[in-house]
């Protein structure tokens, strides 16, 4: 069970309902899917409703870095799974992998970072998207050559934003670990919690 009780939309404070309402009426889409039995919040936006004068600004960078950077789909999520696989953080694989896949990034790549080995890339974006994703999480840094690499690819904005994604999900992961969000009922973990 989650570390954090679930905040539902009853008498909620200005700054919850800020962030409720980006959540279930912003770019996300279908709001059901991130309600609970209970009616509370699931993944990372329930923490966000505890801290809401900070966690409704948390809801708003993630949207933004989803939803409004140049970063082609398949990239963006190429680089968040890596993110959840980094962290061995249960829910952002749950939600991140499928996202991936459905965007292009192909199941066999996605099982490679799942199970923490080298991906069989067949896309030079992704294989630099990769490098500079694994350098800069493994390492904090990025030799010039896979920089200049990635940059070939996505261009100055893209590397800008792919930067703040990698560390807006970073942020995301170790909250989901923190508070050990569960997966929703029938799903399995691939890491210990």
Known sequence: MSRLPFIRNENLTPDQQAVWDNITNGKRGDA???LNAEGGLVGPFNAAMHAAVTGKNVVALGESLRFETGLDNRLLELAVCMVGAHWRSNFEWYAHSRMAVAAGVSEEVVKAIEANGEPPFSLDDEKAVYAFTR???STGRVPQA???ECRSHVGDQGL???TQL???YCLISLTLNAFQVELPP???PVWPY
């Open 32 to 34: 059901s899917r991130f």
């Open 146 to 148: 896979v920089y200049d």
């Open 186 to 188: 029938g799903n399995t």
């Open 160 to 162: 800008a934003e792919l």
């Open 166 to 168: 990698i560390g807006y």
């Open 135 to 137: 350098s800069l999480l």
